[in-house]
Nanobody, 115 residues
Framework: QVRLVESGGGLAQAGGALRLSCASSGNIEEIREMGWYRQAPGKQRELVASIPDYGRTKYLDSVKGRFTISRDRTKNAVFLEMNSLKPDDTAVYLC?????????WGQGTQVTVSS
């Protein structure tokens, strides 16, 4: 089992910035990829960014150039630097970790961007 705990959400003005962090514990050696999803009210959950052990990072088209994902592999922590925030970025952001056979989710952290 892997446990994920997010931090860093909150309220920001349009054009502002926030940094999300996700700490993992448990069987972190089985993690092969980490990332961030988001879910806004009435909308489907969507992948914001992901970073695998090997390979390229992925970004949602609407956040490219504004968000940056990074990972501390020694601690299996993952971060999301969010700049030039827009009201459309308002959502609950969930940390995700994947192993070869399981998916793990954090509880989520609320990000609210005011116009």
């Amino acid at each position: 089992q892997v446990r994920l705990v997010e931090s860093g959400g909150g309220l920001a003005q349009a054009g502002g910035a926030l940094r999300l962090s996700c700490a993992s514990s448990g069987n972190i050696e089985e993690i092969r990829e980490m990332g961030w999803y988001r879910q806004a009210p009435g909308k489907q959950r969507e992948l914001v960014a992901s970073i695998p052990d090997y390979g390229r990072t992925k970004y949602l088209d609407s956040v490219k150039g504004r968000f940056t994902i990074s990972r501390d592999r020694t601690k299996n922590a993952v971060f999301l630097e969010m700049n030039s925030l827009k009201p459309d970025d308002t959502a609950v952001y969930l940390c995700h970790a994947a192993s070869e056979w399981s998916d793990y989710w954090g509880q989520g952290t609320q990000v609210t961007v005011s116009s």
